[in-house]
């Protein structure tokens, strides 16, 4: 046996512990440099954050303005920005856009070089500057993760850097902070966490070699992860509807960010998978929320693969909350899939890839470039060749999950 579980040295969960930013930003460095954006910078509680940690830190500066899908010029901006204090430690406060550019800002403020150079898996040659992550989203569990996605202008795609070395030092969840995050941006970052869970329980399970925890950055499935998973799977699934109908709602906005949070622990060892990798060329086509296209993709990348997966749907069904008892494995993973339309449709989150403007003539090079993106694709449980999914992207572009189950002379 071969596992291993990835995290912050510290994570510090629940209602009011944004409290000890200061502290933990104070013990990691006196020369500190914020990355929010402008949004986030004008509300209240991260302006009071920001405050208190100019009381606390002797050299305070902000970066705040971090952009979606964190391009390349951004990160230009923020490590200008870092060398400008000789920040020692880095604060990032924000959705999983800012995370992600503090990641790559700690890596080149310690390594140097431009993020071109990290791309990829295990690139990173070592420890980066202390990060604190802060997270106001309840989604992308970027607080958690070995990750960090950015866009190149010179690619088709969003591209990642992905290390163990790049995990944030410390990870402070309180759901006080989600407060004030719109209906639309928590539907789309809480359907990114139910992909995290469902990704992670569902994916390729592989045998290990010796070297694996350190060469590579995700491992498939193990038993640790797909606790992480269901107890994820469980919280989003009765929260996130009242939440997206009621921000407001603070015992759906607590479950909300302990549910991203152990599905970002979930993913940081076994993986996201198809929705994910099929996500990427065509979030990168259409300009559209990550957890948009995620959550559009989940229900038909998982009923290509339920040969495999049959058994985890169906439990999936039971720890949803849907009424099983008595049904096959076959018959409770339909009303898993069925649930799981109805759940998107609740959302807002749009049924077909044509509604949010993918061409279908672009669908086999979408399905040849997610092929591509190996950490991804190796976790999903069915077939992964360009053909199986253009497949996936064919049944989404039209709406039909009935498409799946047929053979490729049976398609039209």
């Not at 550019?101 to 080149?108: D, E, Q, R, S, T």
């Not at 053909?387 to 064919?394: C, H």
Request: net charge negative; aromatic share 4%.
């Amino acid at each position: 046996m071969l596992e291993t579980v990835r995290g912050p040295r510290q994570l510090i969960v629940g209602e009011g512990v944004a409290q000890n930013i200061p502290r933990v930003v104070a013990e990691c460095g006196s020369r500190a440099l914020i990355v929010t954006d402008r949004v986030l910078l004008g509300q209240p509680g991260v302006a009071g954050i920001v405050a208190a940690v100019r009381e606390k830190v002797e050299v305070v500066g902000v970066f705040a303005d971090a952009t979606p899908d964190v391009p390349l010029t951004d990160v230009a901006l923020a490590v200008s920005a870092a060398a400008e204090v000789d920040a020692d430690v880095i604060l990032a406060v924000g959705g999983g856009t800012v995370i992600d550019l503090a990641k790559i800002v700690g890596v080149i403020r310690c390594h140097g070089g431009t993020p071109r150079d990290f791309y990829g898996e295990s690139k990173v040659p070592g420890p980066t500057t202390p990060l604190v992550a802060v997270p106001t989203t309840s989604g992308t569990g970027s607080e958690l993760t070995p990750v960090s996605v950015l866009t190149d202008p010179d690619r088709e795609l969003k591209v990642g850097v992905s290390s163990v070395h790049i995990v944030p030092d410390f990870a402070i969840v309180d759901p006080e902070l989600t407060y004030t995050c719109p209906a639309t941006v928590t539907a789309h970052s809480g359907i990114d966490a139910f992909c995290h869970a469902v990704e992670s329980y569902t994916a390729r399970p592989r045998a290990h070699g010796p070297r694996d925890p350190v060469e590579q950055v995700f491992l498939g499935r193990n038993p640790v992860t797909d606790h992480y998973a269901l107890l994820a799977a469980e919280r989003i699934a009765r929260s996130l509807p009242h939440v997206v109908r009621d921000g407001g709602d603070k015992h759906a906005r607590a479950d909300m960010s302990y549910g991203a949070m152990l599905a970002g622990l979930a993913f940081s060892h076994a993986g996201n998978a198809a929705p994910h990798a099929l996500q990427y060329p065509i979030g990168a086509a259409t300009h559209t929320p990550h957890g948009l296209g995620v959550g559009l993709l989940l229900p038909y990348a998982l009923d290509a693969a339920r040969d495999a997966i049959g058994d985890r749907l169906a439990i999936l069904a039971r720890v949803c909350g849907l009424d099983v008892s008595g049904a096959s494995d076959a018959e409770a993973a339909d009303t898993f899939l069925t649930w799981l339309d109805g759940l998107l449709a609740d959302i807002g989150i749009p049924p077909t890839l044509a509604d949010i403007g993918v061409a279908r003539a672009d669908l086999p090079r979408f399905a040849e470039m997610a092929g591509g993106v190996t950490r991804l694709i190796q976790n999903h449980p069915g077939p992964t060749d360009t053909a199986s999914l253009t497949a996936i992207l064919e049944a989404a572009w039209l709406g039909d999950r009935t498409r799946l189950s047929l053979t490729p002379k049976q398609r039209p």
